[in-house]
């Protein structure tokens, strides 16, 4: 399976959140990152460790699995 930066943005749009709103709200899960940081996810250029994936997909309202597609190298 691979990240989908695709979805990422698309999650955090559909739910009127900024790169920044993002970092704050990670930040108060104890995960500490940059608005570049999320900047690079959404862009495809790095995608986030998967120790932060259970706190980011509850900022951005979803599950682990639907930040991921299936066949994808």
């Not at 930040?27 to 940081?37: A, K, L």
């Amino acid at each position: 399976m691979t990240f989908n930066a695709k979805i990422l943005k698309q999650r955090r749009e559909f739910l009127q959140l900024n790169p920044l709103d993002v970092v704050k709200r990670l930040y108060e899960n104890g995960i500490d990152v940059s608005p570049t940081s999320i900047s690079n996810w959404e862009e495809g250029v790095s995608a986030p460790d998967a120790d932060m994936l259970p706190a980011l997909c509850e900022v951005l309202k979803c599950k682990v699995h639907e930040l991921f597609e299936e066949g994808k190298k």
